[in-house]
Nanobody, 122 residues
Framework: QVRLVESGGGLVQPGGSLRLSCAAS????????AAWYRQAPGNQRELVAR???????RYGDFAEGRFTMSTDKAQNRMYLQMNALKPEDTATYYC????????????????WGKGTLVTVSS
């Protein structure tokens, strides 16, 4: 069964840093595109960062200059380095990926992780 599992969330003080990870497991052939989203209580889910099929990464305005998305395609992992965190960054962070999977035929499918909670507070 193909899954995405996030880790690395937790409590951090304002100005601190966290690195989120997302691991794809199961019969994953490759990650076509990937993204991180977040959702704070009472708010809609919003894009944090997206890596498209051409290899370009774009960020939400709030993330530009503070967050960096990276991938390790050999390990089918995605990362989100978050620096200079603010209380308004408090949210559940989700990874999302369009992946080529094999079950047993090969096809592309989109997956979501269940999220990891990031709390920025003193």
């Amino acid at each position: 069964q193909v899954r995405l599992v996030e880790s690395g969330g937790g409590l951090v003080q304002p100005g601190g840093s966290l690195r989120l990870s997302c691991a794809a497991s199961g019969n994953v052939i490759k990650i076509n595109s990937a993204a991180w989203y977040r959702q704070a209580p009472g708010n809609q889910r919003e894009l944090v960062a997206r890596l498209d099929r051409s290899g370009r990464t774009r960020y939400g305005d709030f993330a530009e200059g503070r967050f960096t998305m990276s991938t390790d395609k050999a390990q089918n992992r995605m990362y989100l380095q978050m620096n200079a965190l603010k209380p308004e960054d408090t949210a559940t962070y989700y990874c999302n990926a369009d992946m080529l999977i094999e079950q047993p035929i090969r096809f592309d499918q989109e997956f979501w992780g269940k999220g990891t909670l990031v709390t920025v507070s003193s």
